[in-house]
T-cell receptor, first 115, second 115 residues
Framework: AAGVIQSPRHLIKEKRETATLKCYPI?????VYWYQQGPGQDPQFLIS???????DKGSIPDRFSAQQFSDYHSELNMSSLELGDSALYFC??????????????FGNGTRLTVT | AQKITQTQPGMFVQEKEAVTLDCTYD???????LFWYKQPSSGEMIFLIY??????QNATEGRYSLNFQKARKSANLVISASQLGDSAMYFC????????????FGTGTLLAVQP
């Protein structure tokens, strides 16, 4: 079965640079979520999109922005990168019509290292 | 507010034995879903099992079962016949039926299966 595709798998950036992470949800899934997982921590919710509209916002810095495109893929844009942004970034998708019963399916993540 | 608590930072189990990973939750929402995810050292987040708040029976998926005690607000994961490949971080997570359907995670339990 098709899974959530994230690219790139690894990314190394310097401080103050920008980064763009891409996510392709499972076909027919209408909701995309972004999570940030720091070393030794649990994933923290950043932002979500339902049918290309932002549906919820968590602890996402103002330096970050995201959007969902007409083909349902999503991109997380990160600017003025800081050392503390080094983390594993997950994208997940779900079928919102199933509501809270539906699990989130996660991609393999993008490991961002800021030097 | 919703909260997931996992009180066991780490657990050891002998191969072929069963192990229980604890999870308690707190929510004022009557409708919610409880999920367990496995995160191996390679980093991906793998969905294991789901329990709905209205489900009368405990969920089972192969060697995984969920011991759901609604009155105690607990949703413990039981892994039977542990295998070396079960060594990983395990996260308990919850979605509620409120305005936002994001998944919130506990802090995780690191399971080590010993030969």
């Amino acid at each position: 079965a098709a899974g959530v595709i994230q690219s790139p798998r690894h990314l190394i950036k310097e401080k103050r640079e920008t980064a763009t992470l891409k996510c392709y949800p499972i076909p027919r899934h209408d909701t995309v979520y972004w999570y940030q997982q720091g070393p030794g921590q649990d994933p923290q919710f950043l932002i979500s999109f339902y049918e290309k509209m932002q549906s919820d916002k968590g602890s996402i810095p103002d330096r970050f922005s995201a959007q969902q495109f007409s083909d349902y893929h999503s991109e997380l844009n990160m600017s003025s990168l800081e050392l503390g942004d080094s983390a594993l970034y997950f994208c997940a998708s779900s079928l919102e019509g199933q509501g809270f019963n539906s699990p989130l399916h996660f991609g393999n993540g993008t490991r961002l290292t800021v030097t | 507010a919703q909260k997931i608590t996992q009180t066991q930072p780490g657990m050891f189990v002998q191969e072929k034995e069963a192990v229980t990973l604890d999870c308690t939750y707190d929510t004022s929402d009557p409708s919610y879903g409880l999920f367990w995810y496995k995160q191996p050292s390679s980093g991906e987040m793998i969905f294991l099992i789901y329990q709905g708040s209205y489900d009368q029976q405990n969920a089972t998926e192969g060697r995984y079962s969920l011991n759901f005690q609604k009155a105690r607000k607990s949703a413990n994961l039981v892994i039977s016949a542990s295998q070396l490949g079960d060594s990983a971080m395990y996260f308990c997570a919850m979605r509620a039926s409120g305005a936002t359907n994001k998944l919130i995670f506990g802090t995780g339990t690191l399971l080590a299966v010993q030969p």
